[in-house]
């Protein structure tokens, strides 16, 4: 069994910041890729960045050059910085894995269980 447990969400004022961690736990053999998601009240959930195990990174462009996405295979853990948050970033967020498990050559998609941001006055 494999589980990503999430934390660092919470409050924050306009243009502040927030850090962001997920890790998976378990059986875990191999992670290819990692990244978060965010779904807003009454809109469709998106994608924020990811990042592969061979290095490469992409955010979308409304977090470009705010939010930094990075990963510590050692821990199978993600991290997102967030910075110069907005208001439209008020969201929760979710990390998501796709990994292989030990014993297994199937890569899954594994979801953490969202953490609450909002940034508000």
């Known amino acids: 069994q494999v589980q990503l447990v999430e934390s660092g969400g919470g409050l924050v004022q306009p243009g502040g910041s927030l850090r962001l961690s997920c890790s998976a736990s378990?059986?875990?053999?191999?992670?290819?890729?990692m990244g978060w998601y965010r779904q807003a009240p009454g809109k469709q959930r998106e994608l924020v960045a990811t990042t592969t195990n061979g290095g490469s990174t992409s955010y979308a462009d409304s977090v470009k050059g705010r939010f930094t996405i990075s990963r510590d295979d050692v821990k199978n853990t993600v991290y997102l910085q967030m910075d110069s948050l907005e208001p439209e970033d008020t969201a929760v967020y979710y990390c998501?894995?796709?990994?292989?498990?030990?014993?297994?050559?199937?890569?899954?998609?594994?979801w953490g269980q969202g953490t609450q941001v909002t940034v508000s006055s």
């Open positions: 998501n894995m796709i990994l292989r498990r030990l014993g297994t050559d199937v890569r899954r998609n594994y």
């Open positions: 378990g059986s875990v053999s191999s992670i290819y890729v």
